[in-house]
């Protein structure tokens, strides 16, 4: 089995691709790595020794796919959407709304996360090269994951097995991108722990693209969920030290990602009681409010700040995620009178909780307002920054997130 890579950057002139071929052992290499236990066990052994490099070449390079005379929709000012777009297992619906929606339908840059390649679950699809083919969209897909199970809950019981076995983020564009780059985020959880088993780190894809009218860069991330804000903030950190090292100087800045900010720490036992603690004991409606308001709980927002970028401007303050109780992991080793407290506590809204967690922040940019611009093309007019809620398909949820939309003005 061939798997052809593109190198890391791209030009307006024509770079040599680098080629990686993975043997016709693939699967056997899979299979040896979800031997170990843990991270730990799998970095001290002959097996990491001698295949550790190849591995990484997977990682740690930038699959693209370019669409012929693509162009914009708008052309007087930028509509970017981001999604996490839970792997991508409702693609006939999400094409559908990329094509038809009102809104989903103008935006020229597409930022996903939770994309999988070659996964059982997803029919061993490229979904983001598919997505691309569908839209008329420049494609670039990176991996943050070689999975080494078909999934979680009822993906372990579909028939089959996963072929490349990636998982990862997405940028699509119908402008050009002149150069695209990657950072492996620090790693502050061990995915050989967790049952759905793992190798690779968070990473953020960060792109170079040319609207003509001026050049933005688009950084595009997935940060940790499984342990604490501190974490994410070292995550988002890594990526601010990234850019200072990029050509970027002036220019605009857009982050979009599923940050994961959902304000609680978790990854032992006196994180996890600690965090049903403040379930238990806080108010409904002030819980409510921290969930979708975390930069008083996640640093990175603070670290962001003094990079001089922003938030507040670029999103509204809905939940982009909503999970019941009993969905987080922790929950099985709550003590019984604390659940039945957590549930009491939780009725008014039906036990979920509600977090916003995916965001744009920017700087040397600004957000547009509802009606601000009119594009003179298509008569669209730019809208307030907006969560799009409740997307569904006969009945069930397209993903797990809602998508976040925000209008930017390029003139």
Not at 105 to 112: A, E, G, K, T, V
């Amino acid at each position: 089995m061939t798997i052809a890579f593109q190198d890391q950057k791209t030009s307006k002139k024509d770079l040599p691709s680098l080629q990686t071929t993975i043997p016709d052992n693939y699967q056997e290499l899979l299979e040896n790595l979800r031997k170990f236990n843990t991270k730990k066990e799998l970095y001290q052994s002959d097996f990491f020794a001698n295949y550790s490099k190849q591995l990484d070449l997977i990682l740690n390079h930038i699959w693209q796919q370019k669409q012929a005379n693509t162009k914009p929709k708008l052309t007087n000012f930028l509509r970017i959407t981001h999604w996490n777009i839970e792997r991508g297992k409702n693609f006939d619906a999400i094409v559908k709304l990329f094509n038809c929606d009102p809104i989903l339908q103008y935006s020229d840059i597409i930022s996903l996360n939770e994309v999988d390649l070659g996964m059982n679950r997803t029919k061993n699809s490229n979904i983001a090269f598919e997505l691309g083919q569908k839209l008329g969209m420049n494609v670039y897909y990176i991996a943050e994951y070689i999975e080494l199970t078909k999934g979680i809950g009822a993906e372990l019981n579909i028939v089959g097995e996963n072929k490349e076995s990636l998982h990862g983020n997405a940028i699509l564009s119908h402008y050009p991108i002149l150069s695209i780059h990657q950072v492996r985020l620090p790693n502050c959880f061990d995915t050989y722990k967790f049952s759905e088993k793992r190798y690779g780190e968070r990473v953020a894809l960060i792109a170079e693209i040319d609207l003509g009218k001026k050049v933005i860069w688009l950084v595009n991330t997935h940060l940790e969920v499984r342990y604490t804000p501190l974490c994410r903030a070292k995550q988002f950190e890594a990526i601010l030290q990234t850019l200072d090292k990029l050509p970027v100087k002036n220019s605009p800045v857009i982050i979009a990602g599923d940050l994961n900010v959902g304000t609680f720490k978790r990854g032992n036992f006196f994180y996890s009681l600690t965090g049903f603690l403040r379930l238990a004991f806080n108010t409904p409606k002030k819980l409510a409010y921290q969930l979708c308001h975390p930069q008083a709980y996640e640093p990175l927002f603070a670290i962001a700040r003094k990079k001089g970028f922003d938030f507040k401007s670029y999103n509204d303050e809905l939940p982009t995620c909503t999970t019941t109780i009993t969905g987080v992991d922790e929950a099985k080793k709550v003590p019984h009178w604390l659940q039945s407290r957590i549930d009491k506590r939780l009725a008014p809204y039906n036990n979920n909780l509600a977090f916003r967690l995916d965001y744009f922040l920017a700087r040397n940019i600004n957000a547009l307002e509802i009606n601000q611009t009119i594009d003179q093309s298509t008569k669209v007019q730019s809208l307030n920054p907006i969560t799009i809620s409740k997307l569904r398909e006969n009945e069930q949820p397209i993903s797990d997130h809602d998508p976040i939309v925000c209008d930017f003005a390029i003139d």
